[in-house]
């Protein structure tokens, strides 16, 4: 099999190469892939196509300064764990915290929570509360721990696709948190 075929192969489900798009989006290239995969090669162990993917999106977080790039960086790190079966609490509640920042950056004092018109009812009720930046980010409340969103037939947990909006005075809900 030449590297073009393994590339194009699905391992676990996943799509090596629609993940190598995906990485694409952060600078990485497939030309990155391949000298990434002989380098992990070279070292013991059992190495497959999607920790060289993984392995890639720890670079490209890592190098990145741009705030927004970042919480994209994670929340596409999420989609792939979620992709490969995996939990991608982590990932998402590191993009959800990185979104705080940047609002709080702004000079936002208070959040709300957005929520998608096929949100689950655990996401829907939290889009009726108010956070202040502060205790958002002491109690974490997105990723919403009861999301029960499945974002495709193989997921095997719920997958939050919410977000924080930045609030303005006047605009507050009484809901506060």
């Not at 990932?91 to 990185?98: D, N, Q």
Request: aromatic share 6%; with cysteine.
């Amino acid at each position: 099999m030449n590297e073009n075929e393994n590339i194009e192969k699905k391992r676990g489900g996943i799509s090596i190469k629609k993940w190598l798009r995906q990485l694409n989006e952060f600078g990485i290239t497939e030309l990155d892939f391949q000298a990434r995969k002989k380098k992990l090669l070279e070292k013991p162990g059992n190495w497959s196509d999607s920790d060289v993917i993984w392995s890639l999106f720890n670079e490209v977080v890592v190098r990145t300064q741009d705030s927004h790039h970042r919480k994209m960086i994670y929340y596409s790190m999420a989609l792939f764990l979620n992709d490969e079966g995996r939990d991608p609490i982590v990932s998402l509640r590191e993009s959800a915290r990185i979104e705080l920042q940047i609002h709080e950056r702004h000079g936002i004092t208070h959040v709300g929570v957005s929520a998608t018109s096929d949100s689950c009812e655990a996401c829907k009720q939290l889009e009726k509360k108010t956070f202040s930046i502060v205790e958002a980010l002491e109690n974490n409340p997105l990723p919403c721990k009861e999301c029960t969103h499945l974002l495709d037939k193989k997921s095997q947990r719920g997958f939050c696709r919410c977000s924080y909006i930045g609030l303005v005075e006047g605009m507050m809900s009484h809901n506060v948190l």
